[in-house]
């Protein structure tokens, strides 16, 4: 522990480490004096929330290189669900809900398909807490498409809040997601909320 108290504003001898939240919750301790204790464990934060930070699984399809389908889910074993409900839609695949048969098939016909669900933590933001001066210039999409990467749109009908169904994607690298690199990630309520987020978040 500290010897001295970590409040900025106070010189007094530390007492106790205290959680605090920087990136994660209770990610780090601050060692605070017993009166910057007190007002700390007794006091109330005044202030806006603009944004949080989440995990999803990402349902990528690709076939022969190109994408054919890409869907974003709460869990590992929505997006499996929702392997399993692509395969049977647009391959005629019946595994009865079996995802390690669907697995089977898929190494059956890896020359063709890939299919990747990988975990990524996203920062939502609400737009209208960001500000901007003009949200329909996209100069920041249009720098980032010059380099090398491309930009996903897409509904996702299965979010958590219905208003920020629209979601837009960056992706570093050539439109193949066994090399793409996801870079960020920007919600909205409609197709042009959702790329101005993008924007923002490519500044």
Not at 56 to 79: M, P, Q, T
Not at 82 to 87: A, H, T
Request: glycine share 4%.
């Amino acid at each position: 522990m500290e010897t001295y108290c970590q409040n900025p504003l106070c010189e007094n001898t530390a007492v106790k480490e205290v959680p605090v939240s920087v990136i994660t919750p209770a990610d780090q301790v601050r060692a605070l004096c017993a009166s910057c204790e007190e007002a700390y464990t007794w006091g109330v934060q005044h202030g806006k929330m603009i944004a949080w930070q989440g995990m999803f699984w990402i349902l990528a399809v690709a076939d022969r290189g190109i994408i054919a389908h890409i869907c974003v889910y709460n869990s590992k074993a929505e997006a499996e669900k929702g392997m399993v409900e692509y395969l049977r839609e647009y391959e005629n695949c019946n595994f009865l809900e079996d995802i390690n048969l669907a697995y089977l098939w898929l190494a059956e016909h890896d020359e063709r398909l890939t299919v990747e669900i990988i975990s990524q933590e996203v920062k939502f933001t609400k737009l209208e807490d960001i500000g901007g001066d003009n949200k329909t210039d996209l100069a920041h999409v249009n720098d980032f498409l010059h380099q090398c990467a491309f930009a996903i749109l897409t509904k996702n009908p299965q979010t958590r809040d219905p208003n920020v169904s629209f979601e837009a994607w960056a992706y570093k690298g050539l439109l193949d997601f066994q090399s793409a690199e996801p870079v960020v990630f920007g919600l909205g309520c409609n197709c042009q909320d959702a790329l101005d987020a993008l924007n923002l978040k490519l500044k």
